[in-house]
């Protein structure tokens, strides 16, 4: 497997270089469109041109897959739609550990009429509480043992607050949906997979197993085995083929959450958010991307629609969990990333997945784009 092929610089300019169907799949996180803690880059979700791009590189019937955000996911959608892509589903990555950003309406109608507002430390009978180390700026969290902090209960000093007391705007974050498309087949599905090895999903490849979580071979998984080499899985009694269950378009974290709102874990694969072994590994500091996608969440997503040796293209590489999934899975890579600090990290990240498969990490190609 040859090196992977890394550009520095605008994703336009990069993918501009690269030959017409010379791409067997594209798995990218590219911006939201949210301003994401402020950040320039994420002030739009890529334009036409870019996914025209990505269109043209990718051979006949080559699969997108690209993360996006629950307000935008309609705009990217549409425009991977407007560059000539057919859209073929969308997987929903679900979690638990969503923190919501929601206004307190009643919180907001006190301020503005700025009264003095009783505030209750959980725990604790003191009626008011004097801003200080023990308290942060809203009032809202007490310190209790200076490591911790415990909610505190704030009391509505208006009629028109009390009356609202209890609404917000803003629901729990716990799903980022992942558009699935597709560049236009060269006649059938048959004649594409013979010709260009795309066209298809890695469906065996992505089944999940009894136990959740990566597709485990049938003599890992049985409990009980049936007549015809099938087996039973014991927690639900359903009785699954010996590969394991086919691949949904549900991916979860195996929170508590999560398995308590989906029931049984095993019938979705299921991938927690990045931990700080995930995120650092390979670097010599702290990767301080705010948005890394897990590695085995994008090792699954990078199966799923490449076909053995092929070449993963990510065109908004951030700080390279594709590209070092892809490496992981045995594909070549192509990577572009513009900013200075987390093209460093990527490469870094890359460079220890790549030399813990191979003996010499020198044929990585780092380009400007």
Known sequence: MSGPRLFLGDCLDALRQLPDASVDAVVTDPPYGLSFMGKKWDYDVPSVEVWAECLRVLKPGGHLLAFAGTRTQHRMAVRIEDAG????????WVYGSGFPKSL????AIDKAADPERDFTP?????????????????????????RTYQPGVSAPATDAARQWAGWGTA?????????????????????TVLEHGTGALNVDGCRVGANGG???????????????????????????????RWPANLIHDASGEATGLLGEAA????????????????????????????????????RLVTPPGGTVLDPFMGSGSTGKAAQMEGFRFIGCERDPDY???????????????????????????
Not at 85 to 92: G, K, L, Q, T
Not at 172 to 183: D, F, G, H, Q
């Open 85 to 92: 892509f057919e859209i073929r589903d969308m997987i929903a």
């Open 104 to 107: 307190d309406v009643s919180k």
């Open 122 to 146: 959980v725990g604790s009978s003191v009626k008011r509480l004097i801003p200080g180390a023990d308290q942060d700026k809203t009032g809202s969290w007490l310190k209790d043992d200076g």
């Open 171 to 191: 629901l729990k974050p716990a799903l980022e949906p992942i558009t699935v498309a597709r560049k236009p087949l060269s006649g059938t599905v048959a004649a």
């Open 214 to 244: 990566t597709r485990k071979t049938p003599s890992e998984q049985k409990s009980v085995t049936d007549s015809v080499g099938g087996y039973l899985n014991a927690a639900c009694g359903a009785q699954i083929d010996g590969l394991g």
């Open 267 to 302: 019938r979705f694969f299921y991938s927690p958010k990045a931990d700080g072994t995930d995120r650092n590994e390979g670097t010599e500091a702290r990767n301080i991307h705010p948005t890394v996608k897990p590695t085995d969440l994008m090792q699954y997503l990078c």
């Open 343 to 369: 093209f460093a990290i990527a490469k870094a990240r890359i460079e220890t997945a790549h030399g813990s498969l191979f003996a010499s990490i020198a044929d990585i190609e780092v380009n400007a784009a």
